[in-house]
């Protein structure tokens, strides 16, 4: 079975750009979370999906990001326009039961804003 | 404003020994603690997990213990192996009814020597 796919594994854009990272979670996991990891720093959460709707967005940094997930299977994740502090590693991560403890992460996407 | 703290950032330990490893939570409304671990260019991977209303969760090797009291977990890896070599994640979950949101440490790097 196929664990949660990033696309891509990295990213360098310009400062302005936009870019979209996209997440394929396991299929049939109705949950879908979001992460970010800036400079080493923890882990940070960012949203979390049940199905096509988001159930917690509180953590999304402002305006400039844009998550979606329509039809309730992968996501898209926006950053537009992009700011160096947006660099950092991007995680997705799926779980198949909304109150489980365990979610399955994805290798992320390394996003570096120059 | 950091509700889970691990604040070893590094550990160094014999092949063989146990490796113990420590977190600092500071709200109360969490519900579940998990330990991930991570290697360099790869997505967090669960290794384990405890409940609030649990003291202590084993498997295999590893072990986890909780002191809710005074709000601290601990990883014990027992005998450590080289293959554990990587950075440890403490996280802390909050389900609201609907949402669950990880909260994570800043990370260990465990070394185990030979």
């Known amino acids: 079975e196929a664990g949660v796919t990033q696309f891509p594994s990295h990213s360098v854009i310009e400062k302005g750009q936009t870019v979209t990272l996209r997440c394929d979670p396991i299929?049939?996991?109705?949950?879908l979370y979001w992460y970010r990891r800036v400079m080493g720093k923890e882990i940070k959460f960012l949203l979390h999906?049940?199905?096509?709707?988001?159930?917690?967005e509180s953590g999304m940094p402002n305006n400039r990001f844009l998550a979606e997930r329509t039809g309730g299977t992968y996501s898209t994740l926006k950053v537009q326009p992009a700011e160096l502090e947006d660099s950092g590693v991007y995680f997705c991560?799926?779980?198949?039961?909304?109150?489980?403890?365990?979610?399955?992460f994805g290798q992320g996407t390394r996003l570096t804003v120059v | 404003d950091q509700q889970v703290k691990q604040n070893s950032p590094s550990l160094s330990v014999q092949e063989g020994r146990i490796s113990i490893l420590n977190c600092d939570y500071t709200n109360s409304m969490f519900d579940y603690f998990l330990w991930y671990k991570k290697y360099p260019a790869e997505g967090p991977t669960f290794l384990i997990s405890?409940?609030?209303?649990?003291d202590k969760n084993e498997d295999g090797r590893f072990t986890v213990f909780l002191n809710k009291s005074a709000k601290h977990l601990s990883l014990h890896i027992v005998p450590s192996q080289p293959g554990d070599s990587a950075v440890y994640f403490c996280?802390?979950?909050?389900?609201?009814?609907?949402?669950?949101?990880?909260?994570f440490g800043t990370g260990t790097r465990l070394q185990v020597t030979l």
């Open positions: 999906f049940v199905k096509e709707s988001k159930q917690d």
């Open positions: 405890i409940s609030s209303i649990k």
């Open positions: 991560a799926s779980s198949s039961l909304t109150g489980g403890t365990e979610a399955f």
């Open positions: 299929s049939g996991h109705d949950n």
């Open positions: 996280a802390a979950r909050r389900w609201t009814g609907t949402a669950s949101k990880l909260t």
